[in-house]
């Protein structure tokens, strides 16, 4: 409604320059960026002539409402990882373009050679920061996608980097900050259904993660359990779902779904109010009481469950 009292103008060489230096003093990315319907009529005209004025000095079409009231993502900029990572890198874009780009993402980053950049260091580790940014957003549409395609991201993205051993280096955090983001959504009391799906996502992001620990230095997948292991600690984490979830993670990690759903069924508080834990290390859960192979990736020393199962080690 605010663009159709633009009138038709004889545009002179003046007008471009005086255009210019009102857009260089008044227009920040944040308003580039932002939904036009917030901006005010002011900042709204300054944007559309800024936008105009890069695609004519690109030589490309521009159209005013398809490209960008809108707000729909362009294909220059769905394959563009820069594009692509600025838009991820803050809550404050237009939601819709947030989860444009994260479907494009987990459907294209594995068979777009434009994103194949996204697979080194530096822009991997911005991709987890900013794709788990979106999961403390407050529309769920939003936060829903970024959880439930992120298992599918990992996955491409850790199958087809040279390093994936990065992912779990204590000075990037990344562990960290993928966990933490999803024991957010798993603590959300306003819907349980995000919560729900959560708790799913991390089952999945927990297996994919020691799956890949297996073939790596062994402090690799020491640093899961360990984590997790922190989390079933009250001092550590006072939430009590992600302290009972921990302890289903763990075991779903060392003895497999089986375990997992026993020790959901089983769940007991203890007399100080806490969850029972089985992965504390003073206390010996054998592997014999499992009757059927363990569908784990590997066991805390390395083997495979059906070795595990065989030797009858304790954890």
Excluded at 173 to 183: A, N, P, T, V
Excluded at 247 to 265: D, H, L, P
Aim: hydrophobic letters at 35%; charged letters at 25%.
């Amino acid at each position: 409604d605010k663009i159709k009292h633009i009138k038709k103008k004889k545009i002179s060489r003046q007008f471009i320059k005086r255009m210019l230096r009102h857009i260089n003093k008044n227009i920040k990315r944040e308003h580039l960026i932002a939904n036009p319907k917030k901006l005010k009529h002011s900042k709204l005209i300054l944007v559309v002539f800024s936008k105009i004025f890069e695609a004519m000095q690109a030589q490309q079409a521009f159209d005013v409402q398809n490209d960008y009231i809108s707000q729909a993502l362009t294909p220059e900029q769905l394959n563009s990882p820069t594009a692509l990572l600025e838009i991820l890198e803050t809550r404050d874009a237009e939601w819709k373009q947030r989860v444009q780009c994260l479907e494009y993402l987990e459907s294209n980053i594995g068979t777009n050679a434009n994103l194949r950049p996204l697979f080194e260091e530096d822009s991997f580790l911005s991709l987890i920061v900013g794709w788990t940014s979106q999961l403390y957003d407050e529309r769920s549409r939003v936060t829903q996608t970024a959880a439930e395609l992120f298992p599918s991201l990992l996955t491409v993205c850790l199958a087809e980097m040279e390093t994936p051993a990065l992912i779990f280096e204590e000075e990037n955090k990344c562990l960290s900050i993928m966990l933490e983001g999803l024991f957010t959504m798993l603590k959300n009391k306003r819907a349980k259904a995000l919560s729900d799906i959560a708790h799913d996502v991390l089952i999945e992001t927990i297996n994919i993660l020691a799956t890949v620990a297996q073939d790596l230095d062994p402090t690799a997948y020491h640093r899961i359990m360990n984590f997790l292991y922190n989390h079933t600690l009250y001092e550590h984490e006072k939430h009590e779902r992600v302290r009972g979830g921990c302890i289903s993670y763990g075991c779903f990690v060392v003895y497999g779904t089986q375990s997992q759903e026993r020790i959901n069924q089983s769940l007991t508080l203890s007399p100080n109010g806490g969850h029972l834990n089985p992965l504390t290390p003073s206390r010996s859960v054998s592997a014999e009481r499992d009757h059927t192979p363990s569908a784990s990736p590997l066991d805390l020393d390395g083997n495979s469950g059906g070795e595990h199962k065989q030797n009858g080690d304790r954890a």
